[in-house]
């Protein structure tokens, strides 16, 4: 199981870090993850912070593989 960012999609909004630390944000407020550039990580299946990230994102710019 991973998560996937696709930064050409987020606004910029701010809410996914609310949830989960495992999200980040570049100098414009765009998701970056922490601690890599990668654009994806694995997660376990009961990782539920970073699921309801992914699942609050307004613009799907997050992703479950
Ligand atoms: S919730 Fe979505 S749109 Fe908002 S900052 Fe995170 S990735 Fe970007």
Redesign the pocket.
């Known amino acids: 199981m991973k998560v996937r ?1 696709i930064p050409e ?9 609310t949830y989960s630390a495992l ?1 980040d ?1 570049d100098d414009e ?3 970056v993850l922490a601690n890599t550039d990668a654009k994806e990580c694995p997660i376990t299946p009961d990782d539920s912070d970073t699921i309801t ?1 992914v699942k ?4 799907k ?2 992703t479950i593989l």
């Open positions: 960012i999609k987020c606004i910029a909004c701010g809410l996914c870090q999200f944000y407020g765009i998701v990230a609050s994102c307004p613009t710019a997050l």
